[in-house]
């Protein structure tokens, strides 16, 4: 209902958007003049040299044909429900008459749960692999048929997991698997495995390394905070999503279970709502044509 009477009207949501977008007030990309006027279209118009700016154009808000204020519901709608909502969810709530716009509306919004430019942990990590997809546990090493193996990146909190980053990789060889490492954690961050050889250069690439468990294992048998964290991961795909997240997609709901899961202890809603906005201007827009067959990845 504080939602609903915040944004009660058009006005009071591109003023949001604005505030967020340009915290400093607008200036002018092509002469730096901050005066505008406004259009009748809701344009920002420079009196410097009538460029003209759109708060939406150039965000994940732009050529919607929609009502800002449903965005802001899909965006709340998505923020305060603890495990997230499917497209199907979405589509009902909003009375949207496709379900392909909830679905397309889920993806971007899922694509700025990645804030641009976030930093890679550090500290001490555990690292293992996962296979999602399929019923039986995959064989040791390369390609394990329908399913796709992905590195958790757990960050030790005395016994607790601080922050956690995902991220899928094409086999568990050690071109892949450091890839991923130096993707997301930084150096210097000291890492614990188990005796795969696929993290055998960690110390080599400026890694400090600690085997904790000797038996080396694809997927299966992990460490105990990545299993914590693959088991929340695995439960949360079966329960919202009905395990129906097909591999090429895969990569977008990693996105939104590590915003959740890195958000899991903020005490207010609100502030996920605000995170989730301020993002989702300040990421490019996100044609449909990119988001389909998983594409669009940064
Ligand atoms: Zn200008």
Not at 111 to 119: E, H, I, L, Q, S
Not at 234 to 254: C, F, M, N, P
Request: proline letters at 4%; one cysteine or more.
């Amino acid at each position: 209902m504080e939602l609903e009477q915040q944004f009660a009207s058009e006005e009071a949501c591109r003023e949001y958007l604005f505030q967020l977008r340009w915290p400093n007030g607008f200036e002018c990309p092509r002469c730096h003049e901050r005066k505008t006027w406004k259009t009748k279209q809701n344009l920002y118009c420079c009196v410097g040299c009538r460029y003209q700016a759109s708060i939406t154009a150039g965000t994940i808000f732009q050529d919607t044909g929609k009502p800002l204020k449903i965005w802001f519901r899909a965006m709340w709608y998505v923020t305060s429900q603890k495990y997230g909502v499917s497209a199907l969810g979405l589509q009902r709530m909003l009375g949207l008459g496709s379900y392909r716009t909830a679905w397309s509306w889920l993806h971007k919004l899922r694509c700025a749960m990645v804030r641009p430019g976030r930093d890679r942990l550090s500290g001490i990590v555990e690292v293992d692999e996962i296979y999602i997809g399929g019923s039986k546990p995959g064989k040791r090493g390369r390609g394990a048929a329908g399913k796709t193996l992905v590195m958790i990146v757990a960050q030790k909190d005395g016994k607790r997991i601080g922050r956690i980053r995902l991220q899928q990789v094409a086999d568990a060889s050690e071109e892949s698997l450091m890839g991923a490492v130096s993707k997301t954690i930084e150096p210097n961050t000291l890492i614990h495995t188990d005796g795969w050889l696929g993290y055998g250069k960690l110390d080599k690439l400026g890694y400090p390394h600690k085997i904790v468990r000797e038996e080396p294992h694809i997927g299966i048998n992990l460490l105990p905070l990545a299993n914590r964290v693959a088991s929340l991961l695995k439960r949360w795909l079966l329960g919202t999503h009905q395990g129906a997240v097909r591999g090429s997609y895969l990569d977008y709901y990693l996105d939104e279970f590590t915003f959740r899961f890195n958000r899991r202890t903020s005490q207010s809603r609100g502030k996920l709502f605000y995170r989730l906005a301020q993002q989702s201007v300040e990421i490019a827009p996100v044609p449909i044509k990119d988001i389909i067959g998983g594409r669009f990845h940064r």
